[in-house]
């Protein structure tokens, strides 16, 4: 038995990717416990609208959770603490770079190294003196705050974690971590207390999770996140990376499109087992 989540962004409403994303996580869970987690830190894009709309298309699927449901944005404080304790290790430094400096310095060096969100922050703000940092952080400017991937590798020397080999997930194999996939990832930023990869290993500790269930397009972000829990102390779940539902031309669903909305087949009088007979065909 194992401790799962389902953990959405109430930026839009669910489509057929989180029904089945969410079926696999209770499947998991195995007699266990399944949990629900609301990720709605970026306050710009998230709506209580879109809060409301996932507990009915969950309950509709015929989903339940064990209360409470965790809200990211009462935890801001958590996630302010634990980047401090990373600060104090020496191990984050702000980034004034725009996307477009960043793209262009990309450019000039030529054949820059890949992560598997493309290229790599080349590091640029990572050298500049302590006495310029505080001057341009106190300019009002906005910034970043990168994690110093190359200081942090070397404090939690060689990782693994551990991966379901099947689903259901019962056994598992050893994937050795690279602690530099992303390079210097971003931790949080001026007016945003965390990045999904801080907030989601604090918040799998903090609701105890034992299996975590994603789409296979967040396995390389294990390891980044293997390095996290390592200095901040907390515990390793085991991980099961799951296929994705995709649209008619093979792209991965997205709100943003408006793709397959749950909300849309409920109005159609489909019933929740006919959406399951579709995820299993797809």
Known sequence: MFVTRFAPSPTGYLHLGHAFAAITANEAAGG??????????????????????IFQDLRWLGLSWVEP???????MEVYGS??????????????????????????????APHGPDGPIYPGTCRQ????ERLSRTRSG??????????????????LFFEEAAGHPPTDFERVRVNPVLFGDVVLARKDTPASYHLAVVIDDAAQSITLVTRGRDL???????????????????KYAHHRL???????????????????????ADLRADEIVAMLQRA
């Open 32 to 53: 266990g416990r399944f949990l629900l987690r609301i990720e709605d830190i970026d306050s710009s894009r998230c709506r209580e609208t879109f809060v409301e709309a």
């Open 69 to 75: 449901v965790l809200r990211q944005s009462a935890r």
């Open 82 to 111: 634990a980047l401090d304790r990373l600060t104090r290790m020496g191990l984050v430094y702000p980034c004034f770079c725009t996307r477009a400096e960043t793209a262009a310095e990309i450019a000039h060096a030529g054949e």
């Open 128 to 131: 500049l003196p302590v006495e």
């Open 141 to 158: 400017g906005g910034y970043a705050l990168r994690l110093d991937s190359a200081r942090a590798a070397a404090r939690v020397g060689q």
């Open 219 to 237: 396995l390389p972000s294990t390891h980044v996140q293997r390095v996290l829990q390592t200095l901040l102390n907390l515990p390793a779940p």
């Open 245 to 267: 539902i995709l649209d008619e031309d093979g792209r991965k669903l997205s709100k943003r499109e408006g793709s397959a909305a749950l909300r849309n087949y409920r109005n």
